[in-house]
Nanobody
Framework: QVQVVESGGGLVQTGGSRRLSCTAS????????MAWFRRGPGKEREGLLC????????????TLRGRFTISRDNGNDNAKSTLYLQIDNLQHDDTAMYYC????????????????WGEGTQVAVSS
């Protein structure tokens, strides 16, 4: 299993940018499929972007293309994998708790039933 920890949240002005980090630590972390989700106030959880264990990227919401991008760094060993979420031109509607998830040999199209979730990092966008 892995531990998932997010960081990088904070208060950002409209139009600003933010890079969130998610680190999965544990044996064979580089073989986990990882993804970013968010939940805004009064909204349901929303999938953003996913990085599978083969390096493929899946976007769950095409309307976010161009503003949301992910990249992944597996480091020099297989015990740590970091997934970054770059958010540009932040809007008020982007205010949310951003969560990262990792699943062993998972699929981006899966239900994440056996996944490990982080506690989230809060992004607040001020107008």
């Amino acid at each position: 299993q892995v531990q998932v920890v997010e960081s990088g949240g904070g208060l950002v002005q409209t139009g600003g940018s933010r890079r969130l980090s998610c680190t999965a630590s544990g044996r064979h972390a580089n073989r986990y499929t990882m993804a970013w989700f968010r939940r805004g106030p009064g909204k349901e959880r929303e999938g953003l972007l996913c990085s599978d264990r083969n390096g493929g990227i899946t976007a769950y919401n095409d309307t976010l293309r161009g503003r949301f991008t992910i990249s992944r760094d597996n480091g020099n060993d297989n015990a740590k994998s970091t997934l970054y979420l770059q958010i540009d031109n932040l809007q008020h509607d982007d205010t949310a708790m951003y969560y990262c998830v990792a699943e062993w040999l998972g699929e981006c199209s899966g239900r994440w039933n056996g996944a490990f979730w982080g506690e989230g990092t809060q992004v607040a966008v001020s107008s």
